[in-house]
């Protein structure tokens, strides 16, 4: 097989969510970032509406990552009975094991000329492209979408709006070590095919 078909499927297969515990706190380059970022463009969308949104924190940016969003978090749940300590310090530590944060917004065309399914669909697509680029340079990262993700009131801080949602966090480091192999069940349990 062409080895550039046999890279391909072995950064497809071997692409892994590396977590913070994991991050050696070294600082990955911007450049590597900006190319996440590029590839991330490049994701389908249907009439071209593109869009995805990234907010990229680092350096004192993930200190205002932190406290906004653990800011955020206490306001939210202590007004509706739901705030949880362990949750509100995780909240305020986790960014700043990272080398970047990326915020990951879904903006909304205007004319709202799609269902809004398919524009988070999109992004979803844009979010793969940044995690196996990340794979491609050796970078960790793993995509989170608990804490002020859902909040209506995060929105503002990431630049959107009402119609406009904040869909998780990226969070980027150097991994320690080489990530462990992944698990999926087969395949043929998940497709059926008409000939
Ligand atoms: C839409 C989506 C949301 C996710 N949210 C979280 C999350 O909130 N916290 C977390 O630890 N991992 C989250 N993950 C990462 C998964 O835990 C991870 O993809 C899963 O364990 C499979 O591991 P792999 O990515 O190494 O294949 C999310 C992944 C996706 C696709």
């Given at each position: 097989?062409?080895?550039n078909?046999?890279?391909?499927?072995?950064?497809?297969?071997?692409?892994?969510?590396?977590?913070?515990?994991?991050?050696?706190?070294?600082?990955?380059?911007?450049?590597?970032?900006?190319?996440?970022?590029?590839?991330?463009?490049?994701?389908?969308?249907?009439?071209?509406?593109?869009?995805?949104?990234?907010?990229?924190?680092?350096?004192?940016?993930?200190?205002?990552?932190?406290?906004?969003?653990?800011?955020?978090?206490?306001?939210?749940?202590?007004?509706?009975?739901?705030?949880?300590?362990?949750?509100?310090?995780?909240?305020?530590?986790?960014?700043?094991?990272?080398?970047?944060?990326?915020?990951?917004?879904?903006?909304?065309?205007?004319?709202?000329?799609?269902?809004?399914?398919?524009?988070?669909?999109?992004v979803?697509?844009?979010?793969?492209?940044?995690?196996?680029?990340?794979?491609?340079?050796?970078?960790?990262?793993?995509?989170?979408?608990?804490?002020?993700?859902?909040?209506?009131?995060?929105?503002?801080?990431?630049?959107?709006?009402?119609?406009?949602?904040?869909?998780?966090?990226?969070?980027?480091?150097?991994?320690?070590s080489?990530?462990?192999?992944?698990?999926?069940?087969?395949?043929?349990?998940?497709?059926?095919?008409?000939?």
């Open positions: 097989m062409n080895s078909l046999d890279y391909f499927n072995q950064l497809v297969r071997s692409r892994r969510s590396v977590f913070t515990k994991d991050f050696s706190g070294e600082k990955v380059d911007d450049a590597i970032i900006q190319q996440m970022l590029e590839n991330a463009n490049w994701a389908p969308t249907h009439k071209l509406t593109e869009p995805w949104r990234f907010i990229v924190f680092t350096g004192n940016g993930l200190r205002k990552l932190a406290d906004f969003q653990s800011v955020c978090y206490k306001q939210v749940t202590q007004r509706n009975g739901t705030f949880d300590e362990k949750k509100f310090e995780g909240l305020k530590a986790k960014p700043l094991e990272c080398s970047h944060v990326i915020a990951i917004g879904m903006k909304r065309d205007e004319k709202k000329s799609l269902p809004e399914w398919e524009e988070m669909g999109a979803f697509c844009a979010v793969e492209n940044l995690y196996l680029t990340a794979t491609a340079y050796g970078i960790g990262c793993y995509l989170s979408t608990g804490g002020i993700t859902n909040f209506e009131e995060a929105k503002e801080f990431f630049g959107l709006g009402k119609e406009d949602k904040l869909l998780g966090f990226l969070n980027v480091g150097m991994p320690k080489l990530p462990v192999s992944g698990r999926r069940k087969p395949i043929e349990e998940k497709v059926k095919w008409v000939s």
